[in-house]
């Protein structure tokens, strides 16, 4: 079994995840950063995996351009998506925001993997913003009150990264 993964990434956080399911999955992988380079010949896959992290709602313009550009031909494949994102209940609201609501039905599998906030990597706004969206997680209020502008906050989720990826493996 042949599988594709390709992905992008701002911070980290989604190539690790991506780093992550390439170690899990079986057969031949090739791991692609879509900021980098655009993949060859998707014609010798058995299944393509995308990822992506969410900036206030959306995908990456890498992400939805592979996406757009190569839509037929991934109906026909075992198709899998995971979102890096800190708020994964809405994963719904943002594949049909991102992807349309048709492409859903043609999904093996999607998660959403969790999130990483580095806040010494972030601008003015972005910190704002991510202190928002951490705050209005549930039970995090007085957490949000301790961040500075060296606090990393990890919430990948390991597990759902590894269920994922069984279930990709299940060909
Ligand atoms: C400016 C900014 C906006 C974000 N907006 C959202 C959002 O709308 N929804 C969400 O669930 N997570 C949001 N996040 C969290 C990111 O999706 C999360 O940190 C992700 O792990 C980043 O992945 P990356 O480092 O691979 O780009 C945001 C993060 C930043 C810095």
């Given at each position: 079994m042949k599988t594709l993964v390709v992905y992008s990434s701002k911070y980290g956080a989604t190539k690790k995840c991506a780093q992550m399911i390439a170690t899990e999955l079986q057969g031949e992988v090739e791991l692609i950063n879509l900021l980098e380079k655009k993949p060859k010949e998707?014609?010798?896959?058995?299944q393509v995996i995308i990822g992506a992290s969410i900036y206030v709602g959306s995908v990456s313009k890498v992400v939805k351009s592979f996406y757009e550009e190569n839509k037929e031909f991934l109906a026909t494949k075992r198709l899998g998506l995971f979102l890096s994102c800190m708020?994964?209940?809405k994963i719904e609201e943002y594949i049909k925001l991102n992807f349309?609501?048709?492409e859903i039905k043609s999904l093996v599998k999607q998660i959403a993997c969790g999130g990483i906030l580095d806040f010494g990597k972030m601008n003015f706004f972005e910190r704002t913003i991510c202190k928002m969206i951490y705050k209005n997680k549930e039970g995090q209020n007085q957490e949000a009150q301790?961040?500075?502008?060296k606090t990393v906050l990890d919430c990948l989720d390991e597990k759902a990264i590894k269920e994922f990826a069984k279930t990709m493996n299940q060909f």
């Open positions: 998707l014609v010798k896959f058995d708020e994964g209940s349309g609501e048709k301790k961040i500075t502008k």
